[in-house]
């Protein structure tokens, strides 16, 4: 049977197991997520790492774990490289990318734009990079260096090498009271230098002092500023993302029936949620140094969430207030009672 055949049949058997309420899932994860390295360049508003980065050393993935990945790259559909931590900083990067083209995955880099030069385009083309997602907050370089330390002109640059990979191009960007102004602009020269989605995502708070720029509190101006940006990606035909301004809408969290995350140090998460902060605040399965994988996409608070999920027990505590299941700006704040600690 061939890879695409098999990624097919496991997809239809997870669906099926889900259907049937199954929280021992016998299928394995459609989706894969690995962060490569808990080294940044730098230190965005928006980021867990720059308000708790003393709880990150700044390691790399051990390249003696990436053996024990070819059994779920053979199912999987997608390879994703992002966390907390820049992925293009790691040695590792290129081999990894490598190994999901190897085994058909889609692959798919998220980086913040700042090494992406016309060599390392060249080179990511090479391994057939099939999507790549930048992080980018502002059109003019004083409000891009305001909130993520870097100016503006190096990452646009940046996007403009990206073109010349021919991979699907997307941005991310944080929306935050301060840059609303800009974000029409913004999707307007997406838009232009051909990229195909923005998505934009309310800033989860991590210090106190942040809580008073969510656009939860600034909602008619949010408003406004998405109207503008509907108006640009109409024009470019992109597709744009923009999360809901009212709170109280339950989210359905499925991250638990579809992805695994191997972070740096080798732990495994259930979700890409709080990747910095041990398990206090994240789906944790357990480390792959310890079990093996297939044993860890059945972990006991994996299960603990299906069950959840299906409505026959209680949620982990981890996912109680998580702004992935409830759209509230408290949600957004849950790890402000931490913050001292
Ligand atoms: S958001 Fe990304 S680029 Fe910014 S500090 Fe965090 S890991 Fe680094
Ligand atoms: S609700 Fe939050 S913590 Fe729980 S699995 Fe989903 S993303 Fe992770």
Same mark, same amino acid.
């Not at 024990?68 to 900083?89: C, I, K």
């Not at 409000?143 to 699907?168: D, K, N, S, Y």
């Not at 006991?300 to 069950?307: F, N, V, W």
């Given at each position: ?91 590792? =990067? ?61 990452? %646009? ?18 929306? %935050? ?64 993302? =923009? ?16 992805? =695994? ?35 860890? %996409? ?44």
């Amino acid at each position: 049977m061939d890879l695409g055949t098999r990624k097919r049949h496991n997809l239809l058997e997870l669906h099926q197991a889900i259907g049937l309420g199954e929280s021992y899932l016998t299928a394995k994860p459609p989706e894969l997520q690995l962060e490569l390295t808990a080294k940044c360049n730098l230190s965005c508003r928006s980021c867990g790492r720059t308000h708790w980065g003393e709880r990150r050393k700044p390691s790399e993935l051990d390249p003696l774990l990436l053996p024990f990945l070819p059994p779920f790259l053979r199912l999987a559909r997608g390879l994703t490289l992002g966390g907390y931590g820049e992925p293009t900083l790691s040695p590792l =990067l290129l081999e990894v990318l490598s190994l999901g083209h190897t085994y058909a995955c889609t692959t798919t880099l998220i980086t913040n734009g700042t090494r992406l030069d016309r060599a390392f385009a060249a080179d990511l083309a090479a391994v057939g990079l099939d999507r790549l997602v930048l992080s980018i907050d502002a059109v003019s370089d004083q409000l891009m260096h305001f909130l993520r330390g870097v100016p503006a002109a190096t990452i %646009w640059q940046g996007l403009e090498h990206a073109r010349h990979i021919g991979c699907g191009l997307e941005v991310q960007t944080v929306a %935050w009271a301060e840059n609303l102004s800009e974000l029409a602009e913004l999707v307007d020269r997406a838009g232009k230098l051909g990229v195909e989605k923005v998505q934009v995502l309310l800033p989860k708070i991590y210090a106190q002092s942040l809580r008073a720029s969510s656009p939860f509190l600034h909602r008619d101006r949010a408003e406004e500023a998405f109207a503008a940006a509907r108006e640009r990606a109409a024009v470019h035909d992109l597709d744009l993302r =923009l999360p809901p301004l009212e709170q109280g809408s339950e989210l359905r969290c499925r991250q638990p029936f579809e992805v =695994l995350v191997l972070r740096h140090d080798g732990m495994v998460h259930a979700c890409c949620s709080a990747l910095f902060d041990g398990d206090r605040r994240a789906l944790v399965a357990g480390s792959l140094r310890t079990t093996p994988l297939a044993e860890l %996409w059945n972990a006991e608070p994996l299960q603990r969430y299906r069950t959840a999920f299906h409505g026959r027990g209680p949620w982990p505590d981890v996912c109680l207030g998580c702004a992935f299941r409830l759209h509230t700006l408290e949600a957004y704040c849950r790890f402000l009672d931490q913050e001292d600690h």
